[in-house]
């Protein structure tokens, strides 16, 4: 049988995970009622040559695994309590270690358990699992699906510092690269917001890519304003950071006239259905390219 | 720097794992107090080549990567909740959501969410990994950790047919083979057991390897009857049957006099510890022979 590519597989999976707590794989992270409170999961691999470069710090590497997920967590506005990890050993194992040492320091989270296991030949590109659990502070959780017409469109800070970072990392060239190889969760900010929004997630595969799964989600059209999204990255490369990944700023929505309860940056309003889900100044963006990553949710 | 083995890996992550909840990693889950009940957690890979076999059908491979975490659950007296899914596309994508599918249905649980990657090269083998959450039945969960000086050994039935199942795919024979490619998590076992043991484990890696594990755990040695371990395997392969993991059945100790509430195999009595964890009829198992299978917990 052929293999399937990740938009089938993920539409496979979707037809078995029928659990509310699921909320059909649409949001970052899973919403399940327990003991009286609200359990938040979730799950994102990094594979090698495909989410790092294999020449990179493995700390890094782990500080990147751990705080991906967190940044899951963050835009469901939930409070981080463990992970487990699923390790693949390899070269730098040491240096990984420390880095998922550091994270989980940083930002207090319990490593709870997991797997380790050898990749059965010292030439596979390797793969790192993490699950990371925490709880909700305000139900229900916010999802990707609740934004509505008239609401403002908000940022919470500029994009392109990873992308500049990834280039700084992939050319040696010295520049700084923190942005891309240490990101960091927003946590705080995602619970100070979860109570406000409509509808909230993190900006993990790009903005135009992730603004179009939310207007997706929510039955809505985005329209942002090209100009009003801050850029961490030279003004010629605006339309490079509008489609990169790995920034991992939160992406909300908020009725008109309420303000969010911490800085954000409005970058558009969200409008009717029409037969694309993104507008850019008004327009579709161009046919043929790329929105983003489509490496993972 | 060089890369760890698994159990220099290991304890490097003990030296980080210090939240009551991971148990030092020493428990097949782990065990987090959540909304005045007790969250049990583990997370288990496979990897081609290593845990399974590149020709087997992918439906059993995703079968069995449930049921291995769920039995992980049963060893803790746990009720499986919901499951995340780290997948990584390649061959029989189809198959695999089948196998799934399938399995979740079976044991009743929930597909929650998950992360899905490509691997970036046709060629490499691939890693699957699972974690799944169930909910404590009795508490304090069962550890490994509890065995006292006295208890009987106790084993839930045969060792051997996962050998035999593996050998008849391995080989092609059409011999049967469903005890390898499709186990069955002892949950109700593990759940009517739980409230009478001093410890409870899952033999997934050799009944040998794991019952030293829990001696090493409880800090006594494990005196096990060779003869009395219930085989499903030809008697000339009693001590290759011994040895080998997959088979997922139930070890537990139960203090001298208490009958287990469901029909279980006395193997052996817990004795105080000497300069071996394991005594086999009163002698310690050949040095220089493996006792299982080291590549996972």
Redesign the interface.
């Known amino acids: ?6 938009r ?3 539409a ?2 979707r ?5 509310p ?2 909320r059909g ?1 649409g949001d970052d ?2 919403a ?1 009622e ?4 609200t ?1 938040i ?11 790092y470069l294999a020449s990179q710090d493995m700390a890094d590497v782990a500080w990147k695994l751990v705080a991906t997920n967190l940044s899951d967590l963050a835009a469901m506005g939930a409070q981080p ?2 992970v ?12 990984f ?1 420390e880095g ?2 550091q994270a ?1 320091t940083v930002f207090g989270v ?12 010292e030439n ?2 390797r ?1 790192h ?1 993490l ?1 990371a ?1 925490g ?1 909700a502070t305000h139900t229900p959780a916010p999802s990707r699906s609740g934004a509505q017409i008239g609401d403002i469109i908000w940022l919470s800070g500029p994009v392109g510092a990873a992308m500049m970072g990834f280039e700084a990392v992939r050319d040696a060239t010295g520049e700084p690269s923190g942005a891309f190889r240490r990101p960091v969760p927003l946590l705080d900010e995602g619970r100070a917001l979860a109570p406000h929004v409509t509808a909230m997630m993190d900006v993990s595969d790009g903005l135009l890519l992730d603004a179009t799964r939310l207007a997706e989600a929510s039955g809505v059209t985005l329209s942002l304003d090209r100009m009003a999204v801050p850029l961490s990255a030279p003004e010629a490369r605006r339309d490079d950071a509008l489609r990169w990944g790995d920034d991992y700023q939160l992406l909300v929505t908020i009725p008109r006239g309420v303000e969010p309860p911490i800085p954000m940056h409005a970058i558009g309003t969200v409008v009717a259905a029409s037969d694309v889900p993104l507008l850019l100044d008004g327009q579709p963006p161009a046919l043929g390219t790329s929105l983003g990553y489509e ?3």
Request: charged residues 15%; proline residues 3%.
């Open positions: 049988m052929p293999s399937f590519d990740e089938t597989f993920i496979a999976l037809g078995i995970a029928n659990h707590a699921a794989l992270a899973a399940l327990f003991g009286g409170e359990l999961l979730t799950h994102d691999v990094m594979v090698e040559g495909v989410h309590m463990g487990l990890l699923g390790h693949m050993l390899g070269r730098d194992d040491a240096a270690i998922l040492r989980l319990a490593l709870l358990g997991g797997d380790t296991v050898g990749s059965g030949n596979t590109p793969a699992g699950t659990i709880r490496h993972g949710t």
